[in-house]
């Protein structure tokens, strides 16, 4: 694996885990009634999967122009991350909805 590849795997598992961690901050900031930081940690969380996908396109742009590597535990790994961060963002921001309806009742 080359050195671009191994930053690329890297971003996305650095980026994933902040996302994961800013949309967990979220909810727990949500569930104290704080939804203008709860807002703020999802626009963090947003943000930082954006650089994720960012990396993840430089691995497919690699892909797409025959430039294959080999995938590793540690790619799939990387592509774990992602995901998951992303599912978890998505429902992280159902739940501070919830909690903001549940405030305003």
Do not use: C, P, W
Request: glycine share 6%; no cysteine.
């Amino acid at each position: 694996m080359d050195e671009q590849n191994l930053e690329a795997i890297m971003g996305l598992i650095m980026y994933g885990g902040n996302a994961k961690s800013d949309a967990m901050e979220a909810i727990a900031a949500a569930k104290e009634g704080n939804f203008e930081l709860a807002d703020a940690k999802i626009k963090d969380a947003e943000a930082s999967l954006v650089e994720a996908h960012h990396s993840q396109t430089g691995l497919l742009t690699q892909e797409a122009q025959g430039n294959h590597m080999t995938v590793t535990l540690l790619t799939v790994h990387s592509q774990d991350h992602l995901m998951t961060s992303i599912a978890f963002t998505d429902l992280a921001k159902e739940i501070i909805d919830v909690y903001r309806r549940l405030n305003n009742e």
